[in-house]
């Protein structure tokens, strides 16, 4: 059980690495900041492959998003072998098969999401790291600024990350109540 879920862990982190890539191309992130370069870097080899990855709709760039989908494909192709034991897959576990990658895929993007906020929210309370601060302000800035344009900050106290941390919980609780197991195994 703990070589499963540490392959879980390992497949979430590379698609997080996809969904990051995107969601930096979408906030035109400065190109030479040494976080846009490591992720960059590490998603070059399979981005060059694909002809889309430059496509866009409506100024998102979707191709890490459908990256990562493939990857969560692949994370729970062989997690299904690693359970059954290599057997071909029952005809019941075909229907989970099919929505457990897109389950895994908006988990993780939650989890992404969540984890940019709070480092946004800490890196903004200590004075030394204000380059970090700014960097992580870019990236979160698409989720939220249409919080920002209803309640805009007041002073140096910005809640808009609260309100939209509240909301992926209660999106969270949400997907649980939807999906109930599947939800809790991705």
């Not at 879920?5 to 035109?28: G, K, V, W």
């Not at 993007?109 to 929210?121: I, K």
């Not at 700014?134 to 809640?159: E, H, K, S």
């Not at 808009?160 to 939800?183: E, H, K, P």
């Amino acid at each position: 059980m703990a070589t499963i879920n540490l392959i879980i862990m390992l497949f979430q982190a590379l698609i997080m690495l996809f969904q990051l890539r995107s969601i930096m191309q979408s906030s035109s992130m400065d190109y030479y900041n040494p976080l846009t370069q490591i992720v960059v870097k590490l998603t070059n080899p399979v981005m060059n492959i694909l002809p889309i990855k430059n496509i866009h709709f409506k100024g998102f760039f979707y191709c890490g998003f459908i990256v990562s989908i493939a990857i969560a494909y692949v994370a729970s192709l062989s997690l299904f072998y690693l359970v059954l034991g290599g057997t071909s897959l029952p005809v019941p576990v075909v229907v989970p098969y099919l929505i457990i990658p897109f389950i895994l895929t908006i988990k993780t993007f939650g989890y992404l999401v969540l984890f940019l906020l709070l480092a946004q929210a800490l890196t903004s309370w200590l004075p030394s790291t204000r380059d970090w601060s700014f960097t992580f302000a870019q990236l979160t800035y698409p989720f939220v600024a249409p919080v920002q344009r209803v309640i805009p900050p007041i002073g140096m106290i910005d809640i808009s990350l609260m309100i939209v941390m509240i909301a992926i919980f209660a999106l969270n609780r949400l997907f649980f109540t939807i999906f109930g197991g599947l939800w809790f195994i991705c």
